[in-house]
């Protein structure tokens, strides 16, 4: 794709999105709980927004189109926070950035001993990505915990998934 956003990231986006928008018309159509998990056997959702802003900005893409796919994102991941039905998020695998979005803020996340956890943006700078000032600072039981994560990001395995 030239100059545009990696299709995956932007279909993800957009089709949670329209699901989201639907519940939301239709309330009494809606699920009562709603489970999250990624569809390939490797990652949950191991991001990619930040690779694809990358590489539009490398290729001399509009800015518009850049600001318009986070402004999207961030949409979609606040719509989540707030929806009716309860959700489970499963994580299998990896979840990083935009994955941790799509469900950090389930109040049911189940962890498999193949989860890896990271926040890579907080690494670089870009600590605001997907609310992660916001869920980090707030690590249950354990501010020092999630403090460290928003600095470093360092990966966090089951074992530490699951004292979370």
């Known amino acids: 794709m030239n100059k545009t956003l990696n ?3 932007l279909d993800m986006v957009h089709l949670i999105s329209a699901k989201l928008q639907a519940w939301n018309r239709g309330a009494e159509a809606a699920p009562r709980v709603a489970m999250v998990s990624g569809t390939g ?5 191991a991001g990619g927004d930040i690779v694809s802003i990358y590489k539009l900005w ?5 800015t518009q189109a850049r600001v318009k796919f986070f402004a999207d994102e961030y949409l979609m991941d606040y719509s989540l926070t707030t929806m009716s039905p309860i959700q489970v998020a499963l994580w299998n695998g990896i979840v990083m950035g935009g994955g941790v979005g799509v469900s950090c803020h389930a109040p049911i996340r189940i962890a498999t001993e193949k989860s890896v956890y990271a926040m890579p943006e907080t690494a670089i700078g870009f ?4 609310g992660g000032s916001y869920f ?6 354990n501010i020092n915990l999630g403090l460290y994560l928003g600095l470093t990001g360092q990966r966090l395995k089951a074992d530490d998934l699951v004292q979370w």
């Open 58 to 62: 490398k290729e001399g893409a509009d």
């Open 136 to 141: 980090l600072s707030r690590v249950k039981n």
């Open 41 to 45: 056997g490797k990652a949950f959702c």
């Open 127 to 130: 600590f605001c990505d997907v």
């Open 7 to 9: 299709s995956i990231d």
